[in-house]
């Protein structure tokens, strides 16, 4: 499913609507050994949209996700989605010459200044996010809820999800959520989350 990132951009308006930045993928630098960010997430491309009843001018960065993140992870998400807006891909946007002379809508067009650059600046200093969910979840308790791959049902997986009455009270609250699909064997063994790791703990009672 997707995971929907947005929130207010700034400077200018409606003459950004639907403006994308697709030669840049977010995902693409997360470095999945250092930086907190969750493994089932994917993707991310930006763009922006102008609501024309709220004269206001929105970045949106659109993941995939195999699964509804802990809220824990949905704050890695977010910072990290907002270091890109700012530092990252965003910036670099920013200072590409953007060619705003034909979407350049103010009323005195001798105002427009070709050595300008007219890019939307995706971050502002305060700047609040919103993070949502579109689409169905399509096979959760056939899904590793690590790295999304789909497992035959019974087949190479712990269903470890089913024995929440075994786990500390702050990993049952903190996991009652999202915790619904198993984990293959493949990530048991080479990338266990925070859960698994705290339910082999309990099983094996060491
Ligand atoms: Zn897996």
Redesign the pocket.
């Known amino acids: 499913m997707k995971l929907i990132l947005k929130a207010v951009s700034q400077k200018y308006g409606s003459m950004f609507d639907g403006l994308e930045c697709d030669d840049a993928v977010f995902c693409d630098y997360v470095n999945r050994k250092f930086d907190k960010f969750p493994e089932c997430v994917t993707g991310g491309y930006m763009r922006f949209e102008y609501n024309k009843k709220l004269e206001t001018l929105y970045v949106i960065t659109e993941y995939e996700t195999t699964r509804k993140l802990t809220k824990e992870e949905e704050q890695q998400v977010i910072d990290y989605t907002q270091g890109q807006w700012s530092d990252g891909i965003g910036e670099g946007f920013e200072q590409q010459p953007f060619s705003g002379e034909e979407q350049w809508n103010d009323p005195n067009p001798e105002n427009f200044n070709k050595d300008v650059v007219y890019n939307p600046s995706p971050w502002h200093n305060g700047q609040k996010v919103t993070l949502s969910y579109e689409g169905e979840d399509p096979d959760p308790y056939n899904t590793?809820r690590?790295?999304g791959?789909h497992l035959p049902e019974g087949m190479g997986r712990s269903n470890d999800y089913l024995s929440m009455n075994i786990m500390p009270r702050e990993y049952q609250d903190k996991y009652a959520d999202t915790i619904q699909q198993p984990?293959?064997a493949?990530?048991e063994d080479e990338k266990p989350d925070e859960y698994h790791k705290e339910f082999m703990r309990k099983f094996y009672k060491k």
């Open positions: 590793c690590v790295c791959d984990i293959c493949y990530c």
